[in-house]
């Protein structure tokens, strides 16, 4: 059974970072590619990064290209994202999911591309003043 814990959210102010983390379990976490997408209220969930198997290829949004760093260590089965330059528009519940191939797929952005059961619970980011 795929087990995604996300933690690290919280209220930062606007410029402020974080850093959120995906422990996995219940599967070999280093042969998957691994996402974030996030979910902001009456907003559909959106692809934020993803990461390749080996970590050797990422992709963001290009709304967060430059402030936000995915990575990955495979010996710890964690997935992590480092949040700098949060933004008032950044604020959602951030959930990480497990890809269905070793890479990022062309569709990588869209949660249909993923199985309704690797997802995990989310991890909250506010920001504010």
């Known amino acids: 059974e795929v087990q995604l814990v996300e933690s690290g959210g919280g209220l930062v102010q606007p410029g402020g970072s974080l850093r959120l983390s995906c422990v996995a379990s219940g599967f070999t976490f280093s042969t998957y590619a691994m996402s974030w997408f996030r979910q902001a209220p009456g907003k559909e969930r959106e692809g934020v990064s993803c990461?390749?198997?080996?970590?050797?290829?990422?992709y963001y949004l290009d709304s967060v290209k430059g402030r936000f760093t995915i990575s990955r260590d495979n010996a710890k089965n964690t997935l992590t994202m480092q949040l700098n330059s949060l933004k008032t528009e950044d604020p959602a519940m951030y959930y990480c999911?497990?890809?269905?191939?070793?890479?990022?797929?062309?569709?990588?952005?869209?949660?249909?591309?993923?199985?309704?059961?690797?997802w995990g619970q989310g991890t909250q980011v506010t920001v504010s003043s």
């Open positions: 990461i390749s198997w080996g970590g050797g290829s990422t």
């Open positions: 999911a497990k890809s269905p191939s070793v890479y990022c797929s062309d569709s990588w952005r869209l949660p249909s591309s993923y199985d309704p059961n690797s």
